[in-house]
C-alpha cells in the first residue's frame, strides 16, 4: 500500500487493521503533537478505559513542513533503540506494541498521565525522588548493553551497521557542534548576548575544542545511543505511588560516544538551574548532575564483571569512566552553547522575564566547560565553575 501519512479521522481504522484495537466502539482520537519532527495521536475508548499512542515521522521536519525535508527512516533508529532499550530497562521506557516500518509509525503506551520533565522544571518544580539517578542509570544499562563490553564482536557489528544514521547524524554534527561557532543563517541569540555570540565566533581555541569533541562524535562508536537526551525527552510522575520515569523519542539513536547523552542531560540540567536561579525557585537543582553521574557509574561498575571480554581489567575501567567524564563534561558544554546562540533554544531561558542574565551566565559555563574539560575532573569542580559564573548579573 506505501507510505501515507496519517490523519486523525485515520487512527481507529489503522488501529484495528494493525490488531491494536479490538473494542467495539472507536476510540477518540485527537492530535497531541509537541516536538519538532513528528506527528503524536492519542487514541481512548469511549470509556477512557483504555488508550494508545500513535507517532508518525513525517518526511519533513514538522515544525518546517515540506522546505525541509527529513527521511522518515528516523522512526527506524527510534524502534531500534526502543528494541534494545528493552532488554536491558524496560521500565524506563514507554511501552511499545508495535512498529509499522512501511509507514514509520510506533505504536505504544500512552503516557498522557505523565509530565514532560522540562514542562515541569519551567513551572518551579523540584526533579523529585530518583529522577536523575534513574536517567543515568537509563544510560549506563544501555551503553553497557551495546558496547564492546556487554555485547558479542558478531552482533554488535551488526547493531553497528543497522543504527548508521547520516542524516541525522549531520544534524547534530552541525547544528550543535560547528553552526553556533560560525557564521551560519540557522544562528540567532537574544540581543543581550550578542557580544558573547560574537566572542565565540571569533575564538579560534574554543572552536579547536569543539572540533576535537565533533571529531569525537564522529568517529566514536562506543555504544548505541539514545542521541537526544535531554529534559523533553523524559516524563515524570506517579503510578500508583510509586515515582515513574520514562525515557522516550530516541530517534536520533545511534552508535556513538556514551559521553554525548550524559553530557546532553547535564546540559539541561546545568539551564534549568540558572532558570531557577533567575527567578529565585532553585530547590534540588544542584544535585542532579551529581546524581545522574554517581548512578550511572554505580550501574556501569555493576555490569563490569559480565563484560564478554575479560582482557579489559578494573584498572581500565578507571581509565574509561574518566575518559568518559571529561568527554561527558565537554559535550555538555556544547550543548548549553547551541541552545543559547544555536538553531533551537531552550524554553528555560527564552520564557523569563528577561533572558539575558540568565543565558549569559549558562554561555559562559558552556564555553568553560568545553575548554576546561580536561582541569574540570569531577563534580564537584563543575560545580566551583557554576558558583563561580552565579554571581554574574
Not at 157 to 172: F, G, N, Q, Y
Not at 218 to 232: E, F, P, R
Not at 242 to 256: L, N, T
Amino acid at each position: 500500500m506505501g507510505y501515507r501519512i496519517l490523519e486523525t479521522e485515520d487512527i481507529p481504522a489503522y488501529l484495528r487493521e494493525r490488531c491494536h484495537w479490538d473494542e467495539t466502539a472507536d476510540p477518540e482520537v485527537r492530535e497531541v503533537s509537541d516536538g519538532n519532527m513528528n506527528r503524536v495521536f492519542l487514541a481512548t475508548a469511549p470509556d477512557g478505559i483504555r488508550s494508545l499512542a500513535v507517532k508518525q515521522a513525517l518526511p519533513w521536519v514538522r515544525v518546517a513542513g515540506p522546505s525541509w525535508p527529513m527521511n522518515p527512516d528516523r522512526a527506524d533508529a527510534e524502534a531500534r533503540a526502543y528494541d534494545q532499550v528493552a532488554k536491558v530497562a524496560p521500565d524506563k521506557i514507554p511501552a511499545i506494541h508495535g512498529y509499522d516500518p512501511e509507514n514509520y509509525a510506533l505504536v505504544m503506551e500512552d503516557m498522557s498521565d505523565l509530565e514532560v520533565l522540562r514542562t515541569l522544571l519551567n513551572e518551579g518544580a523540584a526533579y523529585g525522588p530518583g529522577t536523575s539517578a534513574r536517567v543515568g542509570e537509563f544510560v549506563a544499562q544501555l551503553a553497557f548493553a551495546t558496547s564492546d563490553f556487554g555485547m558479542e564482536s558478531a552482533e554488535r557489528k551488526a547493531l553497528i551497521a543497522a543504527s548508521v544514521s547520516p542524516e541525522l547524524c549531520k544534524i547534530t554534527e552541525d547544528v550543535v557542534l560547528s553552526e553556533p561557532y560560525i557564521e551560519h543563517e540557522h544562528n540567532h541569540w537574544h540581543e543581550g548576548v550578542a557580544d558573547l555570540a560574537a566572542e565565540f565566533r571569533a575564538d579560534a581555541g574554543l572552536r579547536t575544542e569543539v572540533a576535537d569533541l565533533r571529531h569525537t562524535f564522529m568517529t566514536s562508536a562506543q555504544a548505541l545511543l539514545h542521541g537526544d537526551l535531554h529534559t523533553g525527552s523524559i516524563m515524570v510522575g506517579d503510578r500508583e505511588g510509586a515515582p515513574v520515569v520514562r525515557v522516550f523519542d530516541p530517534e536520533f539513536s545511534f552508535v556513538g560516544p556514551i559521553g554525548y547523552d550524559l553530557g546532553l542531560y547535564w546540559a539541561n540540567v546545568l539551564v534549568s538551574e540558572e532558570r531557577a536561579r533567575a527567578l529565585g525557585t532553585l530547590s534540588d537543582h544542584a544535585d542532579q548532575l551529581r546524581l545522574s553521574w554517581e548512578a550511572f557509574e554505580t550501574e556501569f561498575r555493576r555490569l563490569w564483571p559480565t563484560r564478554v571480554d575479560t582482557f579489559f581489567d578494573d584498572a581500565y575501567l578507571d581509565r574509561f569512566l574518566r575518559r568518559l567524564w571529561t568527554e561527558s563534561v565537554g559535550y555538555a558544554g556544547t550543548e548549553i552553547v547551541r541552545r543559547i546562540i544555536g538553531f533551537a533554544h531552550l524554553t528555560d531561558l527564552t520564557t523569563l522575564p528577561d533572558p539575558a542574565p540568565a543565558s549569559r551566565r549558562a554561555l559562559l559555563l558552556g564555553r568553560e566547560l568545553i575548554v576546561r574539560r580536561e582541569e574540570l575532573r569531577d563534580v564537584d569542580a563543575v560545580r566551583e565553575a557554576v558558583a563561580s559564573l552565579a554571581s554574574l548579573g
